[in-house]
Structures are given as C-alpha cells and as structure tokens.
C-alpha cells in the first residue's frame, strides 16, 4: 500500500491496483481487482482502520475482469453504491459477455477467472458527470467502449486513469498493451484529452503513480 496524497491510497493486487479514498462520508474505492482476491481490500481497509463496510461507493473504470473481480463481493458487503458507463453497463452485470478475439487475451483471462456479475447503481451517461463530491468521471473510450477516468479535486488535482494509459518506469506514462483495448485511435484522443487538463498526480490500473506536475508526463507521451 502507498499513499500518494493524504487520504488516496494505491493497493496492488496482483499484477492491477486498485484505489481506495478516505472521504468525510466514508471510503471510495476505485477498481476492485483480481476475482477471488478481495480479502486484501479488507485487509488494508483494517490497517486503516477502517472495513468493507465503510466502503459508500466503487467507481468502476471499466467492466475488465481484472478491475471488477472483487465487486459483487465488496458490494454485498458494503452496500455501496457502484458507478459504471453505461457502455460497459451490460458486461458489468452479466447481461452481455465480451467477445475476446486475441489469443493471449483468450488464455489470461481464463486464468484470472471470471468476476461475478454484480448490479450497477449509478450509469453514467454524461462526460464530466459528477458521481459525488469532489469527482469528475470523465468519459475516456478506447480501451473499453465504457473507459471512465476519474479527476478528484484534492492535492491539486489526482487523474484515477484507470487502464487509459499506464504507469512506467522513472515516473514516465505509457500505453496498456495494445491487445487488449477496442479503439486504439480512439483510445489516443482520451489520452490527449486527460493531457489537456490539469492535475499534480496519477494514479493508474497498471504501473505505479506519478506525482508532481503529473498532466506534464501525460504531455509527453502524447508528443512522442
């Protein structure tokens, strides 16, 4: 675990993070990892001091396996309130399964299991939507039809990317695989959108987080 900013936690889970926030109304969680590895949210909200129960709401970044794993359970636990796109709305609930066309993709997505479908309370079906204080959910296709990032309003400014772009070495921002996102293209132009905003710190699904003057990472990698 790490606190990037006061309050914003990142937890990997596997080879995935996910993100937990300590509000004045209780903790946000932003992703909820690996199916079947739940039990280490529980674990860090302990050392927290804090439970699963204090969990008010999850803000799902899009319906992967590998951010959703842990929903159905943290959500029966808690009672929280989930937040999808509404794109990604049916995969999240179970109503449609995704057609998964790349090898490798076919292979590690058997291994990582398959999450449990779980209800989606808030749909979001308006950029810069607000699902409560203090949160932007801005609307970023390409690596799902859904893809929500997420800006808070703390520290000067903290991206949750989700899978929009990752983490790389030396503090720099990357690219997910290409495997496994829809819309490569489409993909870039929510890239270069999150680098025309402004933020101090991101934090992603993959890789570790970047702060200070964090929009000027995302600069760069959309220059090159």
């Known amino acids: 675990m790490r606190e990037v900013v006061d309050g914003v936690f990142e937890v990997g889970i596997g080879y995935v993070n996910v993100h ?13 990892g690996l199916p079947g590895r739940s039990a280490k949210i529980g674990q860090v909200l302990h050392g927290l001091r804090r439970s699963i129960g204090d969990v008010r709401t999850v803000l799902l970044t899009h319906y ?4 959703t794993g842990g929903l159905a359970e943290v959500r029966r636990r808690s009672g929280a309130r989930v937040v999808a796109h509404q ?14 066309r790349h090898p490798v993709v076919k292979l590690t997505s058997r291994l990582m299991g398959t999450p449990e479908p779980a209800p989606v309370d808030d749909v979001v079906t308006a950029d810069g939507y607000s699902p409560l204080p203090g949160f932007t959910a801005l609307h970023t296709p390409g690596h799902t039809a859904g893809h929500l990032s997420y800006l808070l309003d703390r520290a000067g400014g903290v991206l949750f990317a989700g899978d929009a772009a990752a983490g790389k070495r030396g503090g720099r ?20 959108r999150l680098a025309g905003l402004d933020f101090e710190h991101a934090v992603f699904g993959h890789g ?5 003057r964090a929009v000027e990472r995302f600069r760069e990698y959309v220059a090159r």
């Open 208 to 212: 570790r987080a970047v702060s200070g």
């Open 64 to 67: 992967h396996p590998d951010h």
């Open 173 to 192: 921002v990357g690219s997910t695989p290409k495997m496994v996102s829809v819309d490569l293209d489409q993909q870039a132009k929510s890239v270069a």
């Open 87 to 100: 794109a990604d709305v049916p995969y999240v609930t179970g109503a449609e399964r995704p057609v998964i």
């Open 20 to 32: 937990l926030v300590v509000t004045d109304d209780g903790v946000v969680l932003v992703d909820t």
